[in-house]
């Protein structure tokens, strides 16, 4: 009975490791498998020689983009480093502008924009902006500050410029009180 049940048991594991031999051969063999399925079935089709599209960009047309700027009550010089740009609506953008503090101490100011025509404020969407933020320069420095923007491309087709105008006020706070003599009666 032992002879018989010794080649019971042989037999059982010869078939349990031609078994495992054949799933780990499966399993090395799947990566290859699954390239030629995909390859037949169309899954996973990757064109690499198609650059992404954004179909949100109206490249049918341009809108110009004309940027000014003004300092309100601040010793600062503040001027956009280009004119104007044209982009496509729908399209991210990016213009800088330069600020420097003139004055010999740190001034915090910050930036109103506005826009014309003032409906196209509507349409011009600010993705960073320097006039989110208070800006404090120190005495006689330089910044370059950038706006990133998209102007919908649902903007009215009668609109083909837009006028992009900061102005930087001095923010509250800046301006140090003079001590004033108040007379005191005896």
């Known amino acids: 009975m032992s002879a018989s049940v010794s080649s019971k048991n042989r037999t059982l594991l010869t078939r349990l490791a031609l078994f495992s031999l054949l799933m780990f051969g499966f399993g090395y063999a799947l990566v290859p498998l699954y390239k030629v399925f995909c390859n037949i079935t169309g899954l996973n089709a990757v064109n690499l ?5 954004n ?14 700027s003004n300092v309100h009550d601040l010793p600062w010089k503040f001027r956009p480093l280009q004119s104007h740009i044209s982009v496509h609506p729908g399209e991210v953008a990016q213009a800088e502008f330069e600020v420097v503090n003139t004055r010999g101490e740190p001034m915090t100011g910050q930036a109103i924009p506005s826009y014309g025509p003032r409906e196209a404020g509507e349409y011009f969407k600010k993705i960073t902006c320097f006039c989110f933020n208070k800006q404090t320069l120190a005495a006689g420095e330089s910044r370059h500050m950038p706006v990133v923007f ?6 009215p087709r009668d609109i083909g410029t837009i006028t992009l105008s900061y102005t930087f006020f001095e923010v509250e706070g800046n301006k140090r009180a003079e001590a004033k003599a108040i007379p005191t009666g005896s």
């Open 150 to 155: 998209v102007v919908d491309p649902a903007l």
């Open 55 to 68: 179909s949100q960009v109206d490249t049918g047309r341009l809108v110009d983009i004309e940027f000014d």
């Open 49 to 53: 020689t198609a650059a992404p599209v």
